[in-house]
């Protein structure tokens, strides 16, 4: 029964585990009352997840609310849903909102959902001080205590019928920004407010203008007083005097300053008045300037002066302001209107001013030493003016220039450009060089002792001459130089070389070598070289020709070889000619001696060679061959033998055959002429037998062995073979 029991609860299990099946549909997030709430107004976040299941069944829920990815909310519940509710929205609350939800091992993210909490909280500004002296800061504090960072804050300085000063600031940290503004002169009550001011989604939303704060300004000390006696309207040569005071309150670290354009005349410290004098000039007149300073506070008080003229400025008149040296020059100072004063009349110098004469006028013989300006200067009543300078130039005669080439020699090389120098050792500068060709004027150079001129159209029949002449301000006018003749030269043109005899030449015979221009201006050095594995210098020449001749004489074989010419003049440029092989051959004496000795050496081997054949030749018929028949025929050309008759009797004679096709040759010429070594060779003859009664001829066939000894060497055609006929040929 127990057993039972357990079955039926293990499979009512696995039937209830099987059931337990659930599924997210969707995860929603929204709000409330909607995604724009005012600032300060309640604000509810509702996460829903509508969740499938098998069967009801209870299934807790994990729900997750983010703001910006960062976790705001976090609660369990069983129910499908639930509410972040946030009692006053603040501008902090905007954001982007996502709802998580995870149950059962399950996760499910919503949508995300922007929200705007639109309004900003109401900015507050605190000031350090309330009261604030001339040149001392205000120091501001705005903050925004329910917004979070960040944020851009805006401040405002407000003075009375004038724009308020901004000054802008970014807090990426904090919700609140500090900042100074200076007190500078003239502020009295100050007023300041501030502004808050934050980004949302590409968008600014600016806070109220906070409340305003009041700041009294105190001034450390009174506007300066600045005086000029005995008035500001005076004479020059008068005396006047400055006063410059102000009123403090507290005397500490107050100075006070009297400038005229910029330029600082007088200053003093801890003091409340400042005093200044000075004889009076027309360089005074101008706008003066008293400045007071303690800290950083500062007011200034400005006077105009004026300086009436007490006479007018010299004037330096002179005889003459170009003259020749040796001449009188007389300078005379004067002022319209006036003549009581004292003069004196200097040279200007860069050292300091050279003093003449204390004089109006002055009178004196010049040199070129006296070129300079001039001054002169009149005292009245402790007024010293100077008059305007006045140039004086004393001129020294040119000499007679001098024209030469630049790079020293009277010569140019054509299609160069030509560089020639006029020089005038002496005479006072500016000096006027003129160049001319022939008669026509080319170039006109100011300068102080030379010039140059450079003439790029030169023609190789150009024979015009060169000349400059030279002028200053001295009466005696311009001077020439000399006549300057240019030599030409004509560079080498196409060099060549030959010689005869050309190409080949017999051993021990002259000859001549022709190294040839077609142009170039002389003399012409000419340079023969011989190409080895370097080059070899083998003649040279300079010549007021168009070409030498070189003899050499006695060639032997070392002369065989290459040879080259190199032509060259002052143009500086050498120019190489194609090269030519000379090749030394035998004499026709020495060709006929070789030839004699080579024929006497040919003859000698073979009478040689004969002689030894012959003795051979001997050697090799000593041994007979013996035949059997007494008749002897040749198988090939079936000749016929002579009968003869000899004492009555029938004699059968040896027959000779002629060797021609079927001779018998060595067969074995590699062998020595030992005979005892010959071989054997057997042949197979026709012989016709004849009747000793003079019958007729009987024809019959017999074979017949002929022994033949070869000998070595013994192969000369047509050889005859004696055969000695066999007795028993018959």
């Not at 807790?60 to 509710?85: A, C, E, P, W």
């Not at 100075?255 to 200053?267: A, D, F, G, P, W």
């Not at 074979?703 to 007795?727: C, L, M």
Request: charged letters at 25%; proline letters at 4%; hydrophobic letters at 35%.
């Amino acid at each position: 029964m127990y057993l039972a029991l357990l079955v039926i609860f293990l499979q009512c299990s696995e039937l209830y585990t099987e059931e337990r099946v659930f599924t997210f549909n969707t995860v929603e997030i929204k709000v409330q009352p909607s995604v724009k709430v005012k600032n300060g107004a309640p604000m509810s976040i509702v996460c829903h997840a509508d969740i499938s299941k098998s069967t009801d069944f209870q299934l807790k829920h994990n729900f997750t609310i983010f703001k910006d990815g960062k976790l705001v909310f976090m609660r369990v519940s069983d129910k499908g849903d639930v509410q972040y509710k946030i009692s006053m929205a603040r501008s902090s609350d905007t954001g982007d909102y996502e709802c998580t939800v995870e149950a059962g091992g399950k996760v499910k993210s919503s949508n995300s959902l922007h929200v705007w909490v639109t309004g900003m909280t109401k900015p507050i500004l605190t000031a350090e001080k309330r009261e604030v002296l001339e040149g001392e800061v205000v120091k501001l504090r705005c903050e925004l205590p329910e917004e979070e960072p960040p944020l851009y804050f805006l401040f405002r300085k407000i003075k009375m019928n004038s724009t308020p000063k901004e000054k802008h600031v970014f807090e990426p940290y904090r919700n609140f920004s500090v900042v100074e503004f200076s007190v500078e002169e003239g502020d009295n009550i100050l007023q300041f407010d501030c502004f808050g001011r934050r980004n949302v989604k590409l968008e600014y939303e600016i806070t109220e203008a906070s409340n305003k704060t009041l700041v009294t300004v105190r001034e450390p000390f009174i506007k300066p007083t600045l005086n000029a006696k005995p008035s500001s309207n005076i004479t020059e040569g008068d005396r006047i005097q400055f006063e410059c005071s102000t009123v403090v309150a507290r005397m500490r670290d107050i100075e006070i300053i009297l400038q005229k354009n910029k330029t600082i005349l007088n200053s003093v410290r801890d003091e409340k008045i400042l005093k200044y004098a000075a004889v009076a000039t027309l360089e005074d007149s101008g706008e003066y300037m008293c400045k007071v300073e303690q800290g950083r506070a500062s007011k200034i008080t400005k006077l105009n002066v004026v300086v009436s003229e007490l006479f007018p400025q010299p004037i330096l008149a002179a005889s003459m302001s170009t003259l020749d040296e040796n001449k009188e020059l007389t300078l005379s100072c004067s002022i319209s209107g006036f003549r009581k004063a004292n003069f004196s009349i200097l040279r200007k110098n860069s050292n300091g001013d050279i003093y003449l004469k204390n004089s109006r006028n002055l009178t004196m013989r010049v040199n070129v030493n006296d070129t300079g300006s001039y001054i002169c200067k009149a005292e009245v009543k402790g007024i010293v003016k100077e008059s305007k300078p006045v140039g004086i130039n004393v001129y020294a005669p040119v000499s007679k220039p001098t024209l030469s080439v630049v790079s020293g020699l009277p010569e140019v090389v054509l299609g160069k450009p030509l560089w020639l120098i006029c020089r005038s050792v002496m005479g006072t500068p500016p000096i006027a060089f003129t160049f001319y060709k022939g008669n026509e004027v080319k170039k006109t150079v100011i300068n102080d002792t030379y010039a140059t001129f450079m003439d790029e159209n030169i023609g190789q029949n150009d024979e015009r001459g060169y000349k400059c002449d030279a002028r200053n301000n001295h009466s005696t006018g311009r001077k020439t130089s000399n006549i300057l003749n240019i030599t030409v030269i004509v560079p080498i043109v196409n060099a060549s070389l030959g010689s005869v005899p050309y190409g080949e030449v017999e051993n021990g015979r002259d000859t001549a070598f022709l190294c040839s221009v077609k142009g170039g201006s002389w003399p012409i050095h000419f340079r023969i070289f011989k190409k080895t594995d370097h080059e070899v210098l083998v003649y040279e020449k300079s010549e007021n020709a168009s070409s030498i001749l070189w003899h050499k004489g006695a060639v032997s074989r070392q002369d065989t070889g290459t040879y080259y010419c190199i032509a060259s003049n002052r143009a500086n440029v050498d120019v190489k000619s194609h090269p030519i092989t000379i090749t030394v051959i035998l004499a026709a004496w020495q060709k006929g001696v070789i030839a004699a000795f080579v024929l006497i050496t040919i003859a000698g081997a073979v009478t040689l060679t004969l002689w030894w054949f012959l003795c051979k030749k001997k050697k090799a018929k000593g041994p007979s061959m013996e035949m059997s028949g007494s008749a002897l025929a040749t198988n090939s050309t079936s000749e016929k033998l002579t009968r003869q008759h000899n004492d009555g009797d029938y004699y059968s004679g040896s027959g000779y055959i002629e060797d021609s096709e079927n001779h018998m040759k060595s067969t074995d010429e590699s062998k020595g002429p030992d005979l005892e070594s010959a071989e054997v060779e057997y042949t197979e003859v026709e012989v016709s037998t004849l009747d000793p009664h003079r019958a007729p001829v009987q024809k019959g066939t017999e074979t017949v062995y002929s022994e033949i000894r070869k000998a070595n060497n013994d192969s000369v055609e047509n050889r005859h073979s004696r055969i000695q006929g066999h007795p028993d040929a018959t």
